[in-house]
């Protein structure tokens, strides 16, 4: 069976992988705090990437895909990603990059689509590029690159955050020129498994089909979760509508993984 390894199993995207793969493949993942849960479970093992080395971890368990989905002290997570780009090209493996729509965060007239040129002015953005570059020298059969807008969906922290804000009445701050596309936690699950299963490689964009005001958003969560009178505070940044969002158009997925916002809102309320 295919063994993959998770690095950030204990996030909140890397541990709803786990469980979205666990009953098919061999999954093991890392977490690096403290966790009697974790610790009992012997497929996680636990990984600081800024006191340990990665090899050893991936000499004893020669994964086939490793999915890192980690934060943290950028300067140590572009070595780390450059040690794995170099793993994989060495060996029968590929990895699994989930990256951002920052990377287009300086273009602001239009959505981006996968082959466009990244650029951005955010270090956030900037640091993801410098791994993504590091990991498009290598053939495309060693990479998948996963860039990824806010994620949504029932318990994930945007959500409780909202949540939270309401329960306080608290006003929300959205950004009202912002135009985005976004996503939800299950559905992306569903489209990581999808394209370790089948095999996809290159550069996928796993956001909605559609566009929408980042405060249009906000306000269709809020009455999606019972309360259409949420207060809103509106920050500008500029005059002007300003995209961030990545859109599929080169490596589209099957139409039962594609979304549109409209699954998004719905997706902010357990079914
Ligand atoms: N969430 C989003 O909306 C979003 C959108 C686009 C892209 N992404 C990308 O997806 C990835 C995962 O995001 P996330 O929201 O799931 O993050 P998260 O919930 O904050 O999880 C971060 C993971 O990194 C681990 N970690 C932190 N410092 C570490 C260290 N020194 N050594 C080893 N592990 C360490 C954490 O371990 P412990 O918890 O055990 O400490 C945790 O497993 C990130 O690269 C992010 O840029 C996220």
Redesign the pocket.
Known sequence: MNRILIL???????NALYKELAPFFDVHA????D?PIFEKNKHFHQ????MERLHILLDNLKPKFIVT?????VTSLVRLHFEIADYVEKNDCKVIF???ANVFDRFTNYPSYEYDKTLSESIYGRFKIKIENELLRKPISKYVICR????YGAGS?RINEIKAQLQMNEAIEVFSNVVINATHINKLVQQLHYIINRRRRGIFHLGSNNLIHHIDLIKDICEELGHPDALIKQVFDSNEDRHLAVLPKDNMLPKHLQLTIEDVVKSSVVL
């Open positions: 950030g199993g204990s996030g909140f995207i890397g890392t977490y690096k705090t966790n990984f600081d990437y800024e989905a980690l934060r943290g002290n989930l990256s951002s990824i807008p806010m994620i922290p």
